[in-house]
């Protein structure tokens, strides 16, 4: 069965803190995996895509990385600041150009505190 | 902005009501999505659309009825609904089908729904 599995839940982090969030995934044939932002009130943001031939893939302080073997992400935030607070998910894409073949995870929330 | 508008905001009806969610993509895609956001559920994919003709309907009750009269617009009429059906609607776009070859979905904010 496709599935993504997000760790933690949550997290709790002062600012200024680095933090790494998971993702496991069991899906078949894999595509590509995304992480999105998810701000309160607002839709889902794309973040990072990673291929299977990608291993790290930074957008400013943001890294993700992928192992395509252990079938790992995380997502790893350097210097965190308030504006990170937001559910983060993991998304991934299998199969071959048909709708909706993408796999969503139920997300991380993240709060820093200052 | 993600070029994906979404009305109303925030939408509060009784189970006998019958209302409208308005999705407008800005971003001259082709693919158009519905999907529903509950607390602590991963985002449930509820009705594709490519090109105005509905793709994939993933079981959901007819109290949703979508509708799509062109490649920008994007409705899901309501009616009849229940309290468990209170979450956030969200609508997406994208260039094309699927998430292969980097296909990016641009989400709109979303309509939080509270069925009394």
């Known amino acids: 069965k496709n599935q993504v599995e997000q760790s933690p839940q949550s997290l709790i982090i002062l600012e200024g803190k680095n933090c790494t969030l998971q993702?496991?995934?069991?899906?078949?044939?894999?595509?590509?995996l995304r992480w999105y932002k998810q701000d309160t009130g607002r839709g889902p943001v794309s973040l990072t895509i990673?291929?299977?031939s990608e291993n790290t893939k930074s957008n400013g302080r943001y890294t993700a990385t992928l192992d395509a073997d252990t079938k790992q992400s995380s997502l790893h935030i350097t210097a965190s600041q308030l504006s990170d607070s937001a559910s983060y998910i993991c998304?991934?894409?299998w199969g071959g150009g048909s709708q909706g073949n993408l796999i969503f995870g139920k997300g991380t929330k993240l709060s820093v505190k200052p | 902005e993600t070029g994906v508008t979404q009305t109303p905001r925030h939408l509060v009806m009784g189970m006998t009501n019958k209302k409208s969610l308005k999705c407008e993509q800005h971003l001259g895609h082709n693919a158009m999505y519905w999907y529903k956001q509950s607390a602590k559920k991963p985002l449930e994919l509820m009705f594709v659309?490519?090109?105005?003709?509905?793709?994939e309907n993933n079981s959901v009750p007819s109290r949703f009825s979508p509708e799509c009269p062109n490649s920008s617009h994007l409705f899901l009429h309501l009616h009849t609904l229940q309290p468990e059906d209170s979450a956030l609607y969200l609508c997406?776009?994208?260039?094309?089908?699927?998430?292969?070859?980097?296909?990016?979905?641009?989400f709109g904010p979303g309509t939080r729904l509270t069925v009394l």
């Open positions: 990673m291929t299977f």
């Open positions: 659309y490519n090109f105005k003709e509905q793709t």
């Open positions: 993702c496991n995934y069991t899906v078949s044939p894999f595509s590509n």
């Open positions: 998304v991934v894409s």
């Open positions: 997406a776009s994208s260039r094309q089908l699927g998430g292969a070859g980097g296909n990016e979905q641009f």
